[in-house]
């Protein structure tokens, strides 16, 4: 099993569509979570970083459910502009001086018609 | 001023040959990372280098080696090149993440690397 899932996509939304996107993850010890943005052959950039009590980031919530081990995206009010791939990103370990582990799923393509 | 640089942005190789790909940060961040992006467009970590101590090596080829002459820089070699090694390599630089665990990552532009 794969330490980061999403499901690849894509998702086909109309303008002003709810789209919800979910990543699991396998280690229960993992620790830090977040959501990236990647626009087609560009690098990837922090959409938001995901708190246990989930957050909100204007048309943009995130969820953790650790007792699920996932994490979700909710997008509403859907623009042209958010058409992109959404990559989760898994943090685990680094502490105490060990190495840190840092997993990227295979990220979400959303499209975004009008 | 672009925060994470990388040069080159491509470069077309043949087999066998050994390049260097170098990347610099004006963040003054302390963490710096290799990633290879394939053809399936999976992001995988290869290394970071936090205040030039190696914190991460994932699983790969030796003839790929890291140098860090300095925080601000990451540069990646590989030896003796291979088809598979085509892709997009990003550099990224963050806080130290054991002091900040809910860190950014910033990524340079990326080297789309063609093995011929």
């Known amino acids: 099993r794969k330490e980061v899932e999403q499901d690849p996509g894509p998702f086909n939304v109309p303008e002003g569509a709810t789209v919800a996107f979910n990543c699991t993850y396998s280690?229960?010890?993992?620790?830090?979570f977040f959501w990236y943005r990647q626009d087609c052959r560009k690098e990837p950039k922090l959409l938001m970083s995901?708190?246990?009590s989930g957050n909100e980031d204007g048309r943009f919530t995130a969820q953790l459910n650790r007792a699920s081990q996932y994490i979700s995206l909710l997008i509403r009010d859907s623009k042209l502009s958010d058409s992109a791939t959404y990559l989760c990103?898994?943090?685990?370990?680094?502490?105490?001086?060990?190495?840190?582990?840092?997993?990227f799923g295979t990220g979400t393509k959303l499209q975004v018609i009008p | 001023d672009t925060a994470v640089s990388q040069t080159p942005k491509y470069l077309v190789t043949q087999m066998g040959n050994d390049k260097s790909i170098k990347c610099e940060q004006n963040?003054?961040?302390?963490?710096m990372y290799w990633y290879k992006q394939d053809s399936k467009k999976f992001l995988k970590i290869m290394f970071s280098?936090?205040?030039?101590?190696?914190?991460i090596n994932e699983t790969v080829p030796n003839r790929f080696s890291p140098k860090s002459p300095d925080k601000a820089h990451l540069n990646l070699h590989i030896n003796s090149l291979e088809l598979g090694d085509s892709a997009v390599y990003f550099c990224?630089?963050?806080?130290?993440?054991?002091?900040?665990?809910?860190?950014?990552?910033?990524f340079g532009p990326g080297t789309r690397l063609t093995v011929t």
């Open positions: 995901v708190y246990s």
């Open positions: 280098y936090n205040n030039k101590e190696l914190i």
């Open positions: 990224a630089s963050s806080q130290e993440p054991r002091r900040f665990p809910l860190y950014e990552q910033y």
């Open positions: 963040l003054g961040h302390d963490t």
């Open positions: 280690n229960s010890a993992s620790q830090s």
């Open positions: 990103v898994v943090t685990r370990g680094g502490n105490s001086g060990g190495y840190q582990k840092v997993t």
